[in-house]
């Protein structure tokens, strides 16, 4: 398993180019199975993740295509980069998702709504647990219920079927969802008649799907907002589609500039994704300059500590929870973290504990106290996405040495990220095979 090792405490200095958003490139690609029609993704992002989709989809009959861009290359398409993806489910040779291949990635339950619709049948293995909580499906499978699923779970696996086709509904969501939104938005535009989703997840990767489906001649009205209106169709067109910047890719940098005290600019991506993280992050004391072609982020004084608490969108994202976590404690003062999304997703704890931080959990909140800016490099373990990119923050900023173990959560979600932070003068390489 690869390990990434820093040598901390130079302050950043430079430019980052922002890939598309993984979590918008995901629901995406599961979309393809809707149509006979080929579908373009343009802005993909290139990660594990990415890969773990490809393979899904390829053993239900898609076909993909792919083009490379090298990064920071404009593509074809004006203010893109990253490779263009074309998939084609002409024909679907299997409505069963193995096992094998969601057990590696829960984004992969993505196709059960789009299965479900096109083919009348779906068979996916139940994602089961992960480190960051139980993460049931409960509310997808609720919700596709009412457009008149039928829902047997055993052995494992969900098995739906909707034989005479789905039927449209209103359908409520208890929670915000992000994943049953998307599964139930990409099923009800297929179905007959007229879809009212209450309490419907508002992230920005949730629009570029919506968005997405009405290019390929869905109908979906009031798409931003918490209802969505989907007046189902019979029929889909091909499509092409810019994946959106990263969000929590964004964020994360800008925190790698802030926690080191430097200067990054911040290329291909939009402040209006990360507003929450901007507001706290200028609260704290860090400066950010939206620019024409770029967000420059910078942090020459002392840093204070500021709550946040997270939330669905627009609130302060759990994805950028445990990379708050690190700047905090580099700040002057006390932080309280409140994780109001995930009930077990304090695991980077631990590790920040490793550094010097000092952090306790009273359940669901950290309470960070400040130790303005004395990190000390240590061996730590990255145990899931968000927490292993906190871990690499903190080296960044700590003084001396940190081997970052079990990186291959990162390569999920951060496209060349040692190449992009080594480019701002960290020290940073990755050691094959450690
Ligand atoms: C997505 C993101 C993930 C992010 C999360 C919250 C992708 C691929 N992943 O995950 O990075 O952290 O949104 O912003 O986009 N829940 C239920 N029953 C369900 C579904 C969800 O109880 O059927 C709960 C979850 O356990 C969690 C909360 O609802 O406590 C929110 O989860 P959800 O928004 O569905 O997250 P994901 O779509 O899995």
Do not use: W, Y
């Given at each position: 398993m690869d390990a990434i090792r820093i040598q901390g405490g130079v302050p950043l200095a430079g430019d980052i180019t922002i890939g598309g958003a993984k979590n918008a490139a995901l629901p995406l690609m599961a979309a393809c199975l809707l149509s006979d029609q080929p579908l373009t993704l343009v802005n993909m992002p290139e990660l594990a993740d990415i890969a773990t989709m490809g393979n899904l989809l390829r053993q239900h009959g898609v076909t993909i295509g792919q083009?490379?861009?090298?990064?920071?290359?404009?593509?074809?398409?004006?203010?893109?980069?990253?490779?263009?993806?074309?998939?084609?489910?002409?024909?679907?040779?299997?409505v069963t998702a193995p096992y094998d291949l969601v057990r590696r990635m829960r984004a992969s339950v993505l196709v059960?709504?789009?299965?479900?619709?096109?083919?009348?049948?779906?068979?996916?293995s139940l994602p089961g647990g992960c480190a960051i909580g139980t993460r049931p499906v409960d509310l997808h499978l609720k919700a596709l219920e009412a457009l008149g699923a039928k829902i047997e779970v055993k052995e494992g696996y969900i098995h739906a079927t909707a034989a005479g086709g789905l039927k449209g509904a209103?359908?409520?969501?208890?929670?915000?969802?992000?994943?049953?939104?998307?599964?139930?938005?990409?099923?009800?535009?297929?179905?007959?008649?007229?879809?009212?989703?209450?309490?419907?997840?508002?992230e920005p990767?949730?629009?570029?799907?919506?968005?997405?489906?009405?290019?390929m001649g869905a109908d979906i009205t009031g798409i931003g907002s918490g209802t969505l209106t989907i007046r189902g169709v019979k029929t889909l067109r091909a499509a092409r589609v810019a994946v959106i910047p990263d969000r929590i890719e964004t964020g994360t940098y800008a925190i790698a500039a802030a926690i080191t005290r430097g200067r990054i600019k911040l290329l291909g991506t939009n402040y209006e994704l990360l507003d929450s993280v901007f507001a706290a992050m200028r609260q704290a004391g860090v400066t950010i300059e939206s620019q024409d072609d770029g967000i420059v982020v910078s942090a020459e004084k002392e840093l204070v500590g500021v709550d946040v608490a997270t939330e669905p969108f627009p609130g302060f994202p759990t994805d950028m929870?445990?990379?708050w976590m690190a700047l905090m404690a580099t700040a002057n003062g006390a932080a309280m973290i409140t994780e109001t999304i995930f009930e077990n997703r304090f695991m980077h704890v631990p590790e920040l504990t490793r550094f010097g931080?000092?952090?306790?959990?009273?359940?669901?909140?950290?309470?960070?106290?400040g130790r303005g800016g004395k990190l000390s490099g240590a061996p730590v373990m990255a145990t899931d996405l968000r927490a292993s990119s906190s871990l690499i923050l903190a080296g960044l900023a700590a003084s001396g040495e940190t081997l970052v173990n079990r990186v291959y959560h990162l390569d999920r979600g951060y496209?060349?990220?040692?190449?992009?932070?080594g480019a701002c003068g960290a020290r940073i390489e990755r050691i094959s095979g450690a």
């Open positions: 083009a490379a861009f090298g990064a920071g290359r404009a593509s074809p398409d004006a203010g893109a980069t990253g490779r263009t993806m074309t998939l084609s489910a002409d024909t679907i040779t299997s059960l709504g789009p299965l479900l619709a096109r083919m009348g049948e779906a068979k996916v209103k359908v409520t969501f208890p929670k915000v969802t992000v994943g049953g939104t998307e599964n139930l938005l990409m099923a009800a535009i297929l179905a007959s008649g007229e879809t009212i989703l209450e309490n419907a997840a508002r990767e949730i629009g570029n799907l919506a968005e997405c489906l009405n290019a929870q445990a990379q931080a000092d952090v306790n959990v009273h359940g669901a909140s950290a309470i960070v106290r496209e060349r990220l040692e190449e992009k932070l």
